[in-house]
Nanobody, 116 residues
């Protein structure tokens, strides 16, 4: 199984930016499509962005135009650039495989708090 270590979260004001990183314990090329997820208090975990091995991306409507997912296969790392952050983006952010067949146990995630 794969272990994921997420980092880069923090407390920011509305409109500011953060860049999250997720390092996998083995080759993300072997995992396949990767995703960033988030879970806000009292809500289910949701997929916010995904990226295939070939670099094709997809986004939740709520983050389109503000978030950018990317991957560095040589570093086994997936990134999430988050711009124009809003209070409703407040959540714990996780990375994992994008599909049921390529998921592993969840990491600890990284907390993002957007508040003035």
């Amino acid at each position: 199984q794969v272990q994921f270590v997420e980092s880069g979260g923090g407390l920011v004001q509305p409109g500011e930016s953060l860049r999250l990183s997720c390092v996998a314990s083995r080759s993300i090329l072997s995992i396949g499509a990767m995703g960033w997820y988030r879970q806000a208090p009292g809500k289910q975990r949701e997929l916010v962005a995904g990226v295939t091995n070939g670099g094709t991306t997809n986004y939740a409507n709520s983050v389109k135009g503000r978030f950018t997912i990317s991957r560095d296969n040589a570093k086994n790392t997936v990134y999430l650039q988050m711009n124009s952050l809003k209070p409703e983006d407040t959540a714990v952010y996780y990375c994992n495989g994008q599909y049921p067949h390529n998921k592993s146990p969840w990491g600890q995630g990284t907390q993002v708090t957007v508040s003035s």
